[in-house]
């Protein structure tokens, strides 16, 4: 039971740095931070194609085989595959992250997700959103005030119970710091909801991060395997 405990400790200490990271390595945050939006074609895939494998490699193929899929465009995102199973495959860029997070900008970063039905209607819109605002050239202060208007005006809709979004793509690019850190699955719930969860404690199995530009925690559940079927890296104990 300790050495789960502390494997778990350890875990959570990953996952905050990589998902949410607002102080950790500040010296290197800062060699690696992008203070400006870089030319659009660097956050393109030449190659629909490419993207949409890459975006399928979210979830098992037993899942994103028969998802929808969404590839960036010039002028935002489009479905590029139609599915039947309600979900939802993309590769997110790096303005999914907080607007305070200094890889918000990272060209480099690809993070393939794959939304079932609940989050793609509920979840995914406020991503879409921040796209659209994005290449609409809004600034970061702008993309929060939008995004706040939008939630306190009910233009996007209330959380869904039960949103799973899946990210076991061996391909992902988190961030510099984190890359393709472990495949894993997320669940989300409306508010801060960390404590009410019992996450982030000494000894709990419970994983999470609040973004509350979003105003919605994540809840991780770190999965041994790619979509693959690979083993995924091993966890530090």
Not at 56 to 71: E, H, K, L
Not at 88 to 104: G, H, K, L, N, Y
Not at 109 to 128: G, K, V
Not at 164 to 169: E, F, I, L, N, T
Request: hydrophobic share 45%.
């Amino acid at each position: 039971m300790r050495k789960n405990n502390i494997r778990i400790t350890a875990l959570a200490f990953v996952v905050l740095v990589v998902l949410s990271c607002p102080i950790c390595s500040r010296a290197q945050v800062e060699k690696t931070s992008y203070p400006a939006m870089a030319p659009l074609d660097q956050y393109l895939i030449p190659d629909e194609n490419a993207e949409v494998a890459l975006a399928r490699s979210a979830a098992p193929a037993s899942i994103s085989d028969a998802a929808d899929v969404m590839v960036l465009r010039r002028d935002g995102y489009a479905t590029a595959v139609k599915g039947s199973n309600g979900f939802v495959c993309i590769v997110e860029r790096s303005w999914a992250t907080a607007t305070d997070d200094p890889q918000f900008w990272n060209p480099k970063i690809r993070a393939p997700h794959c939304f079932n039905p609940p989050a793609a209607e509920t979840s995914l819109p406020i991503f879409l959103m921040k796209t659209r605002l994005v290449l609409a050239g809004k600034s970061k202060a702008e993309i929060v005030a939008a995004i706040s208007s939008a939630l306190e005006n009910k233009e996007l809709p209330a959380l869904a119970p039960g949103t799973v979004v899946y990210m076991m793509s061996k391909q992902q690019y988190l961030n510099d710091t984190g890359k393709s850190w472990h495949p894993h699955v997320m669940f989300y719930a409306s508010g801060d909801a960390e404590k009410s969860w019992g996450a982030n404690l000494p000894g709990s199995p419970v994983l999470a991060a609040y973004d509350p530009e979003q105003r919605v925690t994540t809840f991780f559940i770190v999965s041994g395997e790619w979509s693959d079927g690979t083993p995924g890296p091993p966890v530090a104990h």
